[in-house]
């Protein structure tokens, strides 16, 4: 009786415990470094994923991604997994042709995706551009352009989810000098129970009919 109530303490506990999600996404130039953290009971559980290098092979016409993973606080001395996948090309026709296919499935999934993300609650909210590709007009031109496109970002973000912070956005432009730097972070937060119920809706929407997939990532579609 002890057991099953401590179980019952237990799940109620996971059902409305917060996890808190950071994206860090840094772009200098050719340097690209995109980071994940999950966190949880004020940090006492984390996981973070680190993808730090996305690069073209010299040798043949592949990309090179390279993959952390990593459990526990930074400071912790923890184990780092490091995963590397060549991308063929016809890989990535093969991708192409399932994100159509996946894309097609889910449009009957439109009312439990909303449902979820209305759930979601974005804490913080930056995103800084600075960019430049030599010519002042094609700059500017640019610029009007990248501002349209964040404005759309952001009115999505706050149709869907509900934003709870203002938006930090910011665009330099370089008119004399050619160059590439994004900064953005975002953080937002979900109850799991709410997750977990938009997961058995999902699933339980999925087995009405699963997509013919080629590719391995996708794979686990069709399962």
């Not at 090179?64 to 991308?87: L, P, R, W």
């Not at 063929?88 to 996946?102: F, Q, R």
């Amino acid at each position: 009786m002890i057991i099953l109530l401590l179980l019952s303490l237990l799940f109620l506990l996971i059902i409305f415990t917060k996890m808190t999600v950071t994206l860090d996404l840094n772009h200098i130039g050719d340097n690209d470094q995109f980071k994940i953290k999950f966190r949880a009971w004020f940090g006492l559980l984390r996981y973070t994923i680190n993808i730090p290098l996305v690069k073209i092979d010299k040798d043949e016409p592949k990309l090179i991604v390279k993959q952390e993973q990593k459990m526990g606080s930074e400071k912790a001395d923890n184990k780092v997994k490091e995963i590397e996948d060549k991308v063929t090309p016809e890989d990535a026709l093969n991708g192409l042709s399932d994100i159509k296919e996946i894309t097609q499935h889910i449009v009957g999934m439109h009312k439990i995706i909303r449902k979820f993300l209305r759930k979601i609650r974005i804490k913080k909210l930056e995103w800084h551009s600075q960019f430049g590709i030599g010519d002042a007009a094609h700059t500017g031109l640019l610029t009007g352009a990248a501002w349209a496109i964040k404005g759309g970002v952001i009115g999505l973000l706050s149709q869907y989810m509900k934003l709870q912070t203002t938006s930090v956005v910011t665009i330099t432009p370089e008119f004399n000098q050619f160059c590439s730097r994004t900064k953005l972070q975002c953080i937002f937060q979900f109850r799991i129970g709410q997750a977990i119920l938009a997961g058995i809706q999902f699933i339980k929407y999925w087995k009405g009919g699963r997509p013919k997939l080629k590719t391995k990532p996708f794979s686990f579609f069709s399962n």
